[in-house]
């Protein structure tokens, strides 16, 4: 989660403990302890402020007492003290890691949340919801971004791929890292070492983003890998060919999907108020930033799409030469430049427009996961170990 600074506080969310509120000087001004909701990789949504208050989506997969319902939630509290000023419950969702954004059209405020399966709109004044649109993966990450009249959500298909159809070859490459025996084929005996089916096949075996969790060791483990054999290995002949395989990477996975959503909809408006749709080169993590009436995403691979916000055509798809690996921080503008920074510390800058230039690139010497601040004359990027200043010159 990142924290929240206003003219007067810092206001911070810990998943591990609940809100916390300080002065400029650092002397805490108040506490609200929140129990922490159960998340399958543990909470990233971050607070908002809308007027007098902070805004905090809780989405959840715990239950509430003796229901099948979720104990999902969103909560504004008084930015003054800490103190409840209304909740909204969301029984129907799951938990997600994105962080909700305001959206004030027609002489109305919206809260606009992308949970899991939906993107949904809550009247600001009353806490009912206007709204809502689904085809959205299990997983959702990405901010709701507004521009041109319309809110933009997205979200990779489950597992980080950004494509409908995702190539194969890297996917099938990972599984072969394990191939003892050099025979281009898979059996039980080479699953080991952390191995399990991958979905990020750029990260690292044993990493717990690479693939489907599975318990660390024991017999539940074994068991799970003895299923997963036989899942792939239709011919049940002790192996996974890379043709079983590719036969079975588009499992329940979901579809990437960035969507763009009109102003004034009510109830399921995924027919009705979707201006447009796209399935190609969404990113997992990152969120998209809008800029005179265009889209900007990148995604891991140091893949950038700039979209036509008019009607979702590609005005260019290009790749970030020299940058390429993960990208978890979000691209973010200053003078009409694009500033975006790779997992591996690769800052690339791109001139926003109709036309792709790379204009200049530095490397920082550390990763980076999070989005780069701005202020009026500098940028900064919080590294592994340093954070570092860049200045406008005078």
Same mark, same amino acid.
């Given at each position: 989660?990142?924290?929240?600074?206003?003219?007067?506080?810092?206001?911070?969310?810990?998943?591990?403990?609940?809100?916390?509120?300080?002065?400029?000087?650092?002397?805490?001004?108040?506490?609200?302890?929140?129990? /922490?909701?159960?998340?399958?990789?543990?909470?990233?949504?971050?607070?908002?402020?809308?007027?007098?208050?902070?805004?905090?989506?809780?989405?959840?997969?715990?239950?509430?007492?003796?229901?099948?319902?979720?104990?999902?939630?969103?909560?504004?509290?008084?930015?003054?003290?800490?103190? /409840?000023?209304?909740?909204?419950?969301?029984?129907?969702?799951?938990?997600?890691?994105?962080?909700?954004?305001?959206?004030?059209?027609?002489?109305?405020?919206?809260? &606009? @949340?992308?949970?899991?399966?939906?993107?949904?709109?809550?009247?600001?004044?009353?806490?009912?919801?206007?709204?809502?649109?689904?085809?959205?993966?299990?997983?959702?990450?990405?901010?709701?971004?507004?521009?041109?009249?319309?809110?933009?959500?997205?979200?990779?298909?489950?597992?980080?791929?950004?494509?409908?159809?995702?190539?194969?070859?890297?996917?099938?490459?990972?599984?072969?890292?394990?191939?003892?025996?050099?025979?281009?084929?898979?059996?039980?005996?080479?699953?080991?070492?952390?191995?399990?089916?991958? !979905?990020?096949?750029?990260?690292?075996?044993?990493?717990?983003?690479?693939?489907?969790?599975?318990?660390?060791?024991?017999?539940?483990?074994?068991?799970?890998?003895?299923?997963?054999?036989?899942?792939?290995?239709?011919?049940?002949?002790?192996?996974?060919?890379?043709?079983?395989? &590719?036969?079975?990477?588009?499992?329940?996975?979901?579809?990437?999907?960035?969507?763009?959503?009109?102003?004034?909809?009510?109830?399921? @408006?995924?027919?009705?108020?979707?201006?447009?749709?796209?399935?190609?080169?969404?990113?997992?993590?990152?969120?998209?930033?809008?800029?005179?009436?265009?889209?900007?995403? @990148?995604?891991?691979?140091?893949?950038?799409?700039?979209?036509?916000?008019?009607?979702? /055509? @590609?005005?260019?798809?290009?790749?970030?030469?020299?940058?390429?690996?993960?990208?978890?921080?979000?691209? &973010?503008?200053?003078?009409?430049?694009?500033?975006?920074?790779?997992?591996?510390?690769?800052?690339?800058?791109?001139?926003?427009?109709?036309?792709?230039?790379?204009?200049?690139?530095?490397? !920082?010497?550390?990763?980076?996961?999070?989005?780069?601040?701005?202020?009026?004359? /500098?940028?900064?990027?919080?590294?592994?170990?340093?954070?570092?200043?860049?200045?406008?010159?005078?």
């Amino acid at each position: 989660p990142t924290p929240l600074v206003d003219g007067d506080r810092v206001y911070v969310y810990f998943g591990s403990f609940g809100l916390l509120c300080y002065d400029h000087d650092g002397n805490q001004q108040w506490q609200k302890p929140i129990p /922490t909701p159960k998340s399958l990789y543990g909470m990233a949504t971050s607070p908002i402020a809308h007027r007098e208050h902070l805004i905090l989506v809780l989405d959840n997969d715990a239950n509430l007492p003796d229901s099948k319902l979720s104990q999902s939630k969103i909560i504004a509290v008084k930015k003054k003290d800490g103190e /409840t000023a209304w909740e909204i419950p969301r029984p129907f969702h799951r938990s997600g890691w994105s962080v909700p954004t305001i959206w004030e059209h027609d002489g109305v405020s919206e809260l &606009v @949340v992308l949970g899991n399966g939906q993107v949904s709109g809550y009247d600001m004044s009353s806490g009912t919801q206007n709204w809502f649109a689904g085809g959205f993966s299990r997983e959702t990450i990405a901010l709701p971004v507004v521009g041109d009249g319309k809110i933009y959500a997205s979200a990779a298909m489950l597992g980080g791929s950004g494509d409908e159809t995702p190539e194969p070859a890297p996917f099938w490459d990972a599984v072969m890292q394990v191939d003892k025996n050099s025979d281009g084929k898979l059996q039980r005996d080479e699953m080991t070492a952390g191995f399990t089916f991958p !979905l990020r096949p750029e990260l690292p075996i044993g990493h717990p983003g690479f693939g489907i969790p599975l318990p660390k060791q024991g017999p539940q483990r074994e068991k799970r890998l003895d299923g997963m054999l036989g899942w792939i290995d239709k011919d049940r002949d002790g192996f996974w060919t890379r043709e079983e395989f &590719v036969a079975n990477m588009t499992g329940n996975r979901g579809r990437p999907l960035l969507m763009a959503i009109l102003p004034g909809g009510k109830g399921d @408006v995924s027919e009705s108020h979707v201006g447009w749709q796209s399935h190609r080169g969404i990113p997992e993590i990152p969120s998209p930033i809008y800029c005179d009436e265009r889209l900007y995403l @990148v995604r891991k691979g140091g893949l950038i799409n700039a979209i036509d916000t008019a009607d979702g /055509t @590609v005005v260019y798809r290009e790749r970030l030469a020299d940058a390429p690996g993960q990208y978890s921080a979000s691209p &973010v503008i200053a003078d009409g430049n694009l500033y975006l920074v790779s997992g591996l510390g690769v800052i690339s800058v791109v001139p926003a427009g109709d036309e792709f230039e790379l204009a200049h690139q530095y490397a !920082l010497g550390e990763g980076v996961q999070v989005t780069p601040a701005i202020d009026a004359d /500098t940028i900064y990027f919080r590294g592994e170990k340093y954070l570092w200043a860049f200045r406008r010159a005078e």
